[in-house]
């Protein structure tokens, strides 16, 4: 197969998965992560590339594309003044300690491994998604020192460990602790930049063998391009269609569809 015939079908269905996912960050508020990684896998195990070490590509890909996302929304947030970077300084260092120390983790795990992992944690956010309210409240005010101290590498491992940006995990977490909902969306925003720009750059210089063509360490350069192109173009989309449409039956259907890819996951992971 010449590197024409194996880059036009891989271009073709990443387009379709960037436009896909940018959608769906403009909608629903969700990072793009949490669709990019099975995607990639799906796609890049359909056209062959299977391999012990294909989750690493994904993950590591996912991250990569987070970098240009997330700097674009901390941007947007910041000029309607709702990211609080108090929060954000004091927090950055203990996430991206905790980020580094996941992208070398995932360095030594498996495709299985991290399937599993995968699969049983965006399963427990799926959940969250369908069933939790605004109302929950842990506390009226975000704890100090000690929480941070181990709750901010925390969320910078498993993040790295799923291919994700800190929304999914921060947002619930500042809004259980009395941040107002606008304002934790946008802060964490910047923790998906605190996440991702470290583990990318430590992926850079990750060995994987047999991994899709085009791959430079553990990110495939077609697929971060194409996603960003793609996501920039059509997550104003979502974003206006999110104005002209009721978002909450959307994200408990979109909460359903998160089930099935992790129960898929853990499927092929086990089975």
């Known amino acids: ?66 970098i240009v996302t997330s700097v674009r929304s901390v941007l947007a947030h910041n000029r309607r003044g709702a990211v609080d970077w108090t929060i954000l300084k004091q927090w950055a260092p ?8 996941g992208v070398m983790v995932v360095a030594q795990l498996r495709t299985q491994t991290l399937q599993l992992i995968f699969g049983v944690m965006v399963f427990c956010i799926a959940c969250y ?17 000690i929480f941070r101290a181990w709750f901010g590498p925390l969320m910078g491992f498993v993040s790295v460990l799923l291919g994700i940006g800190g929304g999914s995990i921060g947002t619930p977490m500042l809004t259980l602790h009395g941040v107002p909902i606008h304002r934790a969306v946008a802060t964490s ?18 060995k994987v063998p047999d991994a899709p063509p085009y791959t430079v360490g553990a990110i495939n350069i077609p697929a971060f391009l194409v ?31 998160l089930m099935l890819v992790a129960l898929n996951m853990l499927r092929k992971a086990l089975f």
């Not at 939790?132 to 100090?144: H, M, N, Q, V």
């Not at 925003?189 to 990750?206: D, W």
């Open 1 to 66: 197969m010449t590197h024409l015939q194996t880059l036009l079908p891989l271009v073709a269905t990443l387009i379709a998965v960037g436009a896909f996912a940018g959608v769906l960050a403009g909608l629903l508020g969700v990072g793009g992560g949490i669709v990019l990684v099975p995607a990639f896998f799906y796609l890049f195990s359909g056209l062959g590339y299977g391999s012990d070490n294909l989750m690493q590509v994904c993950v590591a890909t996912s991250l990569a594309t987070i």
């Open 94 to 101: 203990p996430i991206a300690v905790g980020a580094v120390v």
């Open 129 to 145: 998604m369908a069933f939790g309210k605004a109302s929950w409240r842990l506390s009226d005010s975000l704890p100090g020192g």
């Open 189 to 206: 925003a910047g923790f998906g930049v605190t996440i991702a720009l470290p583990s990318a750059v430590a992926f850079l210089l990750t």
């Open 227 to 257: 996603v960003i192109a793609t996501t920039t173009i059509t997550a104003p989309w979502g974003a206006a269609l999110a104005h002209r449409l009721d978002p909450k039956p959307l994200k408990r259907i979109f909460a359903g569809f």
